[in-house]
């Protein structure tokens, strides 16, 4: 069993920056892929980000490419998500993701493991 929690969600001005955290607990290895999702209200949770577990080959959702970074430290057992340039319809409850042995999948139903999620607020 994989315990994870999210950090780090707030509230931030349209072109601000955040950067969330997943840190996981439990039987922990660096063989899990993580992955972030969002899910604003109405909505259904969608791809953010994703990193292997084996190389560390990152995977975004077209929409946030070029502004989103992820990146995870195996000896501290984190992932991160580092956001800039934020939207407002970027507004959503973030969740991180695990994955055992996955290659970093777009497909929620691929993953194991989720956290409780932090809310990410963006405003105009």
């Known amino acids: 069993q994989v315990q994870l929690v999210e950090s780090g969600g707030g509230l931030v001005q349209v072109g601000g920056s955040l950067r969330l955290s997943c840190a996981a607990s439990g039987r922990t290895s660096s063989n899990y892929a993580m992955g972030w999702f969002r899910q604003a209200p109405g909505k259904e949770r969608a791809f953010v980000a994703a990193i292997s577990w084996r190389t560390s080959t990152t995977y975004y959702a077209d929409s946030v490419k070029g502004r989103f970074t992820i990146s995870r430290d195996n000896a501290k057992n984190t992932v991160y998500l580092q956001m800039n340039a934020l939207k407002p319809e970027e507004t959503a409850v973030y969740y991180c993701?695990?994955?055992?042995w996955g290659s970093g999948s777009s497909d929620l139903n691929a993953y194991d493991y989720w956290g409780q999620g932090t809310q990410v607020t963006v405003s105009s």
């Open positions: 993701a695990a994955d055992r």
